[in-house]
């Protein structure tokens, strides 16, 4: 939905009621009779709803400064060595749940008079942001209390309840998820910017394939769900939205006059319309209505920028064009810039800038990763949700679209589900993985789209995933990261999969380059892009000072670039933060604490909020 129609709606009926905690009635602007009166009022109210849907602006953002894969200037404090505590933690707000429960109650009330089929319609579509809610507290907190209606000022004891069980909360996720695809009536809206029933699939595969993981993995087998159990509603969620033919990968790669970097993966994330054939939920720009985005400043400021950039470790798990692993080639870590984009996944130059990357202002500038000023240190400069335009720079005028939730994901729900539950066959692979890398130009010269895989891949495995031995499972989860790099989902995937240790042991790496204190031309265009050194930028000579980078000593407790030499010759860059990253021997940081505040609050009243386990 348009966030920009959500000021319409307000500007025409302010129905939203308001309330900032459990204990606190909402105050609605308009009666109930207002609202539950008319098909209009409903309307009118739902749209209210759609805040809780990422935003143009905080979206391409949302998780890059709190994955394992990729670096940045300044990470979440939630992953650095005692910078975080319950006291600290201040994220335990319901009142969008109370928003919620306010309208499905109305809408069994004696005020709500519209037809039947116009109630379940809107039940459906509160029901869908009822479950997402709580898969956003399910992954953050576990276990919560369950809340099915608007609590009153007289139900204390409910108000003040302990936490429900994972099994309450996903079953009620379940319930609502389904009670949503059954009746809401919308299959499609203008640009996919609304909820239909088939986001309830997306969302029901997203949420059961993370809670039959999580259980799996973490061995917490004993509830009334197991987690074959919810891997097949995973399978069934995600088997109904591929056979209603509605949706499918893109295979158009868009156009302007601006794109030099064109793809039909990055078209995904650049057009300024919502490629409906694969996005089954997006947002969208609206120019006139200063509704824009703001990922040129985000990926291209030094100052409003965190210098997100991949990592080269990460970047290594691009596969060859020919479907093998870019690591098993000889001497494959002083393969040079210039030449690590021939013959890849076509999707590792529409993520980040490769050697022929341009941007266009007038007249056309190559723009090769902005280590210099510290906007990508690594060298590995997202553009995946960038435009080519200059002109977007520091603007925050991004025009183009994002999708929330899309038909990739749904396939490789579907493909692990299937995998972890040993179903996975030939014919399911290559309608998923196999479809996915031909889209990304993988061809099948060595069966990577048409043969479950037989052989582990070393790096891969000793790199990300040690306790992993099925190929299967590791080939999902690298085309996993690959596909949905940035797009909010690395995290969940990490601890659902019980591998928080990536968050600290996976290496911030950046470009391969052959010698210190020489000029480096690193994407072959002849001219000089960097000079490295660990001297002062006086004492290097002038014609070099504007493409100055400055290297720390080993040793150094400073924030910013290293360079290890490399065994086969030159070095390679790596990015170090002040406080160094760490994932705890308790493993705390699956879930986030309760604010402690929160829990004092609690006891001062006679009542008991468990604690998440390290906190």
């Given amino acids: 939905m348009k966030k920009t129609l959500l000021y319409i709606v307000f500007a025409l009926v302010a129905v939203l009621p308001t309330a900032c905690s459990l204990d606190e009635q909402p105050e609605a602007y308009a009666s109930k009779k207002e609202i539950f009166s008319s098909e209009e009022g409903l309307h009118s109210y739902a749209y209210s709803f759609y805040w809780a849907i990422p935003s143009l602006d905080n979206y391409p953002i949302r998780e890059a400064s709190s ?3 990729a670096a940045c200037r300044s990470f979440s404090g939630y992953f650095l060595d005692g910078a975080y505590s319950a006291e600290t933690s201040t994220s335990w707000s319901w009142d969008e749940l109370r928003k919620i429960n ?11 008079t519209v037809p039947d ?13 009822r479950a997402y809610f709580y898969w956003g507290k399910l992954s953050d907190y576990g276990r919560v209390p369950w809340f099915d209606h608007c609590l009153s000022n007289s139900e204390v004891a409910e108000m003040y309840k302990n936490r429900d069980s994972r099994d309450v909360i996903v079953s009620h996720i379940i319930d609502d998820l389904d009670y949503a695809y059954e009746h809401i009536k919308t299959t499609s809206s203008k640009n996919n910017t609304l909820i239909s029933k088939y986001t309830a699939l997306a969302l029901k595969s997203r949420v059961c394939l993370f809670e039959a993981s999580w259980r799996k993995y973490h061995g917490e087998e004993g509830g009334d769900l197991t987690s074959d159990d919810l891997f097949a509603e995973c399978i069934d969620a995600s088997k109904k939205l591929m056979d209603s033919g509605v949706f499918s990968l893109n295979r158009t790669a868009y156009t302007d006059q601006f794109i030099t970097t064109t793809g039909a993966y990055r078209s995904l994330f650049y057009t300024t319309s919502v490629v409906t054939s694969e996005i089954i939920l997006g947002i969208e720009a609206w120019l006139d209505y200063g509704v824009t985005g703001n990922a040129n400043r985000h990926f291209n400021s030094g100052s409003y920028g965190n210098g997100y950039c991949l990592s080269r470790a990460f970047v290594f798990t691009y ?8 690591t098993d080639q000889a001497n494959y870590s002083t393969i040079p810039f210039k030449n690590e984009f021939s013959n890849r996944d076509d999707r590792l130059r529409q993520t980040v800038k490769g050697p022929s990357y341009r941007m266009n202002g007038g007249t056309s500038l190559n723009k090769v990763a902005d280590i210099v ?13 960038s435009e080519d335009a ?35 066959n030939a014919s399911d692979w290559r309608k998923t993985i196999g479809a996915i ?23 891969l495995q000793e790199t990300f995933y040690p306790d992993v031995t099925n190929p299967v499972i ?26 928080g240790k990536c968050m600290e042991r996976i290496p911030w790496t950046g470009i391969h380059f052959t010698a210190l204190d020489t000029p480096i031309d690193i994407n072959g265009d002849g001219a000089a892009d960097y000079y490295f050194t660990k001297k002062g930028v006086y004492e290097i000579p002038a014609e070099y000072k504007n493409i100055y980078v400055k290297i720390l000593p080993e040793g150094s407790t400073e924030q910013g670039l290293y360079a290890d030499p490399n065994p086969d010759g030159g070095y390679d860059l790596r990015y170090e933060l002040a406080l160094r990253r760490k994932w705890y021997d308790d493993d705390r940081q699956y879930l986030y604490p309760v604010p402690a505040q929160i829990v004092r609050d609690y006891a001062n009243l006679g009542y008991v909020l468990d604690q998440n386990p390290g906190w």
């Fill in 437 to 459: 890398r031909e889209r990304a130009g993988i061809n099948d010269s060595n069966g990577a789209l048409s043969k479950l895989p037989t052989r582990v891949d070393p790096y």
């Fill in 319 to 326: 596969l060859r064009s020919n479907g093998l692993p870019f």
């Fill in 373 to 385: 000023n510290n906007v990508a240190p690594t060298g590995y400069h997202p553009i995946k949700f």
């Fill in 117 to 129: 089929d116009v109630r379940n319609h809107y039940e459906g579509l509160a029901r869908w942001f």
């Fill in 474 to 499: 590791l080939e999902i989860r690298r085309e996993r990261a690959i596909e949905l790099v940035y797009e909010g989902l690395r995290f969940n995937d990490l601890c659902r999969w019980a591998e």
């Fill in 390 to 424: 200059t002109s977007k720079d520091n603007k925050g005028k991004n025009e183009n679209c994002y999708p929330i939730f899309r038909y990739a994901e749904v396939l490789l729900n579907y493909a692990e589900a299937c995998a972890e539950t040993g179903a996975l």
């Fill in 102 to 112: 306010y309208f499905l109650d109305g809408l069994h009330s004696e005020d709500c």
């Fill in 67 to 69: 994955i394992d894969i």
